[in-house]
């Protein structure tokens, strides 16, 4: 167990829908950062957030946003869902300061049908 | 964007023998090369990092090399066991991102008795 909480595990919706995932990062980690796991992409970084701020962006679309509340947890909104965002999602926390070491949840697992 | 490359795709060595994975990155900026293992259905965990500044890291049966110049790291491990059957992923952090990771596509290791 990393130490590091993902709700749900699981989510079926339809497309075009709109869903939110949480993560709560590790006791005294201030860092949180997003995956996307796929079959065909691969891991894939979205978004990390920092003490509440964005800190860097990778590949998010447009309909996909985070945000990173004051108690440190975080949130994933994936909206106007396609068949294709169907994948993992982890989200990793680390200190960050002065500590790379990223230690993933447990993922949920979303399927667009 | 830029991207790791990880080599072999799929591994299979007999139980005790050692297992070789390598890596290229192309962004000049990484600093921090962590390798992740992940069993089936089950989160990525870290194994073992290397930063910039070194060029070689051992832990127990698990070593990973650095050559910066030519942008290449590998991870060995020795005495293989069937509980290392796993997919291992390498990464390379993203250059001024605050440690969000490129990973590769992930080596499949499968060690028979």
């Known amino acids: 167990d990393s130490g590091v909480t993902q709700t749900p595990k699981h989510l079926i919706t339809a497309t075009g829908q709109r869903v939110t995932l949480r993560c709560s990062p590790r006791s005294g980690d201030l860092s949180v950062y997003w995956y996307q796991q796929s079959l065909d992409q691969g891991l894939q970084f979205l978004i990390q957030?920092?003490?509440?701020?964005?800190?860097a962006k990778g590949n998010i679309l447009e309909r996909f946003s985070a945000q990173q509340f004051p108690d440190l947890h975080s949130e994933l909104n994936l909206s106007s869902l396609e068949l294709g965002d169907s994948a993992l999602y982890f989200c990793?926390?680390?200190?960050?300061?002065?500590?790379?070491?990223?230690?993933f949840g447990p993922g949920t697992r979303l399927t667009v049908t | 964007g830029e991207n790791v490359e990880q080599h072999p795709s799929t591994l299979s060595v007999q139980e005790g023998d050692s297992a070789v994975i390598k890596c290229t990155y192309s962004d000049s900026a990484s600093n921090y090369f962590p390798w992740y293992k992940q069993e089936l259905g089950k989160r990525p965990q870290l194994i073992i990092d290397i930063r910039s500044n070194v060029g070689e890291k051992k832990d127990q049966r698990i070593a990973v090399t650095l050559n910066k110049t030519a942008k290449h790291f590998s991870l060995h491990i020795t005495e293989t066991q069937p509980e290392d059957s796993a997919v291992y992923f390498c990464a390379a952090s993203i250059g001024n991102s605050g440690y969000a990771l490129n990973f590769g596509k992930g080596t499949s290791l499968l060690v028979t008795p």
């Open positions: 990793a926390s680390s200190v960050a300061s002065g500590s790379a070491e990223q230690y």
């Open positions: 957030y920092y003490n509440g701020e964005e800190r």
